[in-house]
Nanobody, 123 residues
Framework: QVQLVESGGGLVQAGGSLRLSCAASGRTFSRYGMGWFRQAAGKEREFVAASWSGGSTYYADSVKGRFTISRANAKNTVYLQMNSLKPEDTAVYYC?????????????????WGQGTQVTVSS
């Protein structure tokens, strides 16, 4: 199984940037699709970005052009670079892993989850 450990969350002013990291255990990291989700207080968990083993990426419309997902397979780590942050981006951000199959952009499509890291964007 895969264990995911996240870091990089914190408090930032609107317009600022943060870089989230997700370190994964396991020997077959490169075979997994990796995703970032977020959940704001009182709301459902929503898709943010995904990075597939073949190199393709996909973003939610709400973050497209501002966020970038990247993967360092040699380090078993996936990143989420967040620029031009808005108060609406405030949420707990989760790293998730999906093994095999087709693309998935919903929480039910992922097999493993990190503990979450809080991102708070102030005005």
């Amino acid at each position: 199984q895969v264990q995911l450990v996240e870091s990089g969350g914190g408090l930032v002013q609107a317009g600022g940037s943060l870089r989230l990291s997700c370190a994964a255990s396991g020997r077959t990291f490169s075979r997994y699709g990796m995703g970032w989700f977020r959940q704001a207080a009182g709301k459902e968990r929503e898709f943010v970005a995904a990075s597939w083993s073949g190199g393709s990426t996909y973003y939610a419309d709400s973050v497209k052009g501002r966020f970038t997902i990247s993967r360092a397979n040699a380090k078993n780590t996936v990143y989420l670079q967040m620029n031009s942050l808005k108060p609406e981006d405030t949420a707990v951000y989760y790293c998730a892993a999906r093994y095999g199959g087709s693309y998935s952009y919903t929480p039910s499509g992922y097999d493993y989850w990190g503990q979450g890291t809080q991102v708070t964007v102030s005005s």
